[in-house]
């Protein structure tokens, strides 16, 4: 299956489409589709999710998609690569939620707005960006460019609050929060001890590990390791970062410590798994 690439830092298209022109395929980077009017079937790893006006989807590299058109559709896509989101001026703890997008997607149909009050604010974004890019007027890349970083950080949002695939559909508000603490300090590895986390979020050190597992389906090591090791495979499939950058950021002790874990979870060596994306 031939995967499309990107060659600008992002590319905003529209389409008015009565079918889908492709069938099911892959991308070298990620879009957002946004669907402004019309409705159908969003195709994506063989499972289908009906589509109407006002949904949004997230497509990874990761992930086989197409649509099944029933009624004259229109289409704002959004394209862009983890470069472009790692050359922009965020904070480096923006830098880092951002990565939501690139692990934590649940590669299922579905619309990924969950935020109720996003849904206007995301249909305006669209609507201004539109407008820039067909008037081209003075400074209009510039507001483009702002107006993609908005869309991008809402989009993440939206994925940090609901996103935890593992956990159960009646899980307790305190542990959406656990997670999402979970997922923004995970470079700081002090702070996921068991007796840490307990602390900052009034549970029994001694019921802690149990209470995890419950809510998650993973115990807490499990849970960490899985979050690690997709950041880890994010760097190998979408940056040049040298492997013992990847391993200080990530708060390893050196480059052998990496490799030692990546090899425990996925059975081949940081070199070879780098090596099989461009086999």
């Given at each position: 299956?031939?995967?499309?690439?990107?060659?600008?830092?992002?590319?905003?298209v529209y389409k008015k489409l009565d079918e889908?022109?492709?069938?099911?395929?892959?991308?070298?980077?990620?879009?957002?589709?946004?669907?402004?009017?019309?409705?159908?079937?969003?195709?994506?790893?063989?499972?289908?999710?009906?589509?109407?006006?006002?949904?949004?989807?997230?497509?990874?590299?990761?992930?086989?998609?197409?649509?099944?058109?029933?009624?004259?559709?229109?289409?704002?896509?959004?394209?862009?690569?983890?470069?472009?989101?790692?050359?922009?001026?965020?904070?480096?703890?923006?830098?880092?939620?951002?990565?939501?997008?690139?692990?934590?997607?649940?590669?299922?149909?579905?619309?990924?707005?969950?935020?109720?009050?996003?849904?206007?604010?995301?249909?305006?974004?669209?609507?201004?960006?539109?407008?820039?890019?067909?008037?081209?007027?003075?400074?209009?890349?510039?507001?483009?460019?702002?107006?993609?970083?908005?869309?991008?950080?809402?989009?993440?949002?939206?994925?940090?609050?609901?996103?935890?695939?593992?956990?159960?559909?009646?899980?307790?508000?305190?542990?959406?929060?656990?997670?999402?603490?979970?997922?923004?300090?995970?470079?700081?590895?002090?702070?996921?001890?068991?007796?840490?986390?307990?602390?900052?979020?009034?549970?029994?050190?001694?019921?802690?590990?149990?209470?995890?597992?419950?809510?998650?389906?993973?115990?807490?090591?499990?849970?960490?390791?899985?979050?690690?090791?997709?950041?880890?495979?994010?760097?190998?499939?979408?940056?040049?970062?040298?492997?013992?950058?990847?391993?200080?950021?990530?708060?390893?002790?050196?480059?052998?410590?990496?490799?030692?874990?990546?090899?425990?979870?996925?059975?081949?060596?940081?070199?070879?798994?780098?090596?099989?994306?461009?086999?």
């Open positions: 299956m031939n995967r499309e690439t990107l060659y600008e830092p992002f590319e905003i889908c022109p492709k069938e099911g395929h892959k991308h070298l980077f990620f879009e957002l589709i946004y669907i402004l009017s019309g409705t159908g079937k969003q195709c994506i790893n063989n499972n289908k999710f009906d589509y109407c006006a006002g949904h949004m989807f997230l497509i990874t590299p990761e992930d086989c998609h197409s649509f099944e058109i029933e009624t004259t559709t229109e289409f704002f896509f959004l394209r862009f690569g983890n470069v472009y989101i790692r050359s922009k001026d965020f904070h480096t703890d923006d830098v880092q939620r951002m990565e939501y997008i690139l692990q934590n997607a649940s590669h299922q149909p579905g619309c990924i707005l969950k935020n109720f009050s996003d849904k206007p604010f995301i249909r305006s974004l669209i609507d201004a960006m539109m407008a820039e890019y067909v008037n081209r007027d003075l400074y209009n890349k510039e507001l483009i460019a702002k107006m993609v970083d908005t869309m991008i950080v809402v989009v993440a949002r939206n994925i940090a609050k609901y996103l935890p695939a593992a956990i159960k559909e009646d899980a307790e508000e305190k542990t959406l929060a656990l997670l999402n603490y979970i997922q923004a300090n995970i470079y700081n590895p002090e702070k996921l001890r068991a007796e840490k986390l307990s602390s900052q979020f009034g549970i029994s050190e001694n019921y802690f590990g149990k209470y995890f597992k419950k809510h998650t389906n993973e115990t807490l090591q499990q849970y960490i390791a899985n979050l690690r090791i997709k950041l880890v495979e994010a760097r190998l499939r979408f940056s040049n970062m040298r492997i013992n950058e990847i391993a200080h950021e990530l708060g390893f002790t050196d480059e052998s410590h990496l490799n030692k874990f990546f090899k425990s979870q996925r059975g081949l060596s940081l070199k070879a798994f780098r090596n099989s994306l461009v086999a």
